[in-house]
């Protein structure tokens, strides 16, 4: 537990959480070596370091995009474009208004394999796993 915890913690580090979500939390994966030429992905984490990217390139339309999928409408575009509509009139405009164009994030780290990574060296210093040989 403690080689979790301290992984965790370390993975900290590039996730900036500001919202709790239907999963967990929303927040915004902030790994260094993600491309500056586009959004910082919109994810969402779980009590068991589980991640999921969200579409949209902003918090709002990731949170929009998320609720299309639950609204009562017959698909997802013309839910979140209903979304977007009631989001513009409480000033708070999206920056698209088209479900199928918006951004997909694609992270350049994953961030599950980077926590599973980081724990996994947590271990190995505790002595509770063996170090892994590289395959040559």
Known sequence: MQ???AGGAKMARYVKLVAAGGKG????WLHPDEPTDQPWPVIELDTEF???????STLAEACAADRADYHDEPDEGTAFS???ARLAELGLPLSGQDYDALHEPACAVDPEELTEELIEA???KRGLARERLSPR
């Open 122 to 124: 947590e271990r190995v």
């Open 50 to 56: 589980s991640y999921w990217g969200m579409s949209g």
């Open 82 to 84: 209903l979304l977007s």
């Open 25 to 28: 939390w929303i927040g915004y």
């Open 3 to 5: 080689a979790v915890i």
